[in-house]
């Protein structure tokens, strides 16, 4: 007979309390970033991939280089780095559009 799988480390869910007062969020203190911070840095690496991309494809087209390898790669990432954000962009928008739908 095989023993029964046993889980561990699972604690109790603690009573969650509700306020009908919405919280004031405060801005990031002690070098922590808040979200806009992270938003807004991810948006400028994205900015940052792009036109990186766009500078090897430049120097391609120039003859300044000849791997098209890495210039392939370099438009790859760009476009896989913009596809994400978009997609994120669209699930915090449908998330907005939830949260405003709901009854309170």
């Known amino acids: ?3 029964p799988i046993e889980i561990r480390g699972l604690q ?3 009573q969650l309390e509700f ?6 969020v405060a801005p990031a203190q002690d070098g922590k970033s808040s979200f806009a ?4 840095d991810a948006i400028n690496s994205v900015d940052s991939t792009m036109k990186t ?6 120097d ?7 791997n098209v390898h890495d210039v ?3 438009m790859q990432k760009a476009q896989l780095s913009f596809q994400m954000m978009v997609e994120v962009r669209n699930k915090a928008i449908e998330t907005y559009q939830e949260i405003s739908r709901m009854q309170i």
């Open 1 to 3: 007979m095989t023993d």
């Open 12 to 14: 109790p869910v603690q």
């Open 19 to 24: 306020n009908s007062r919405p919280q004031e």
């Open 37 to 40: 911070d992270m938003l807004s």
């Open 53 to 58: 991309s766009d500078q090897n494809v430049q």
């Open 60 to 66: 391609f087209i120039a003859g300044k280089t000849e």
């Open 72 to 74: 392939m790669i370099s």
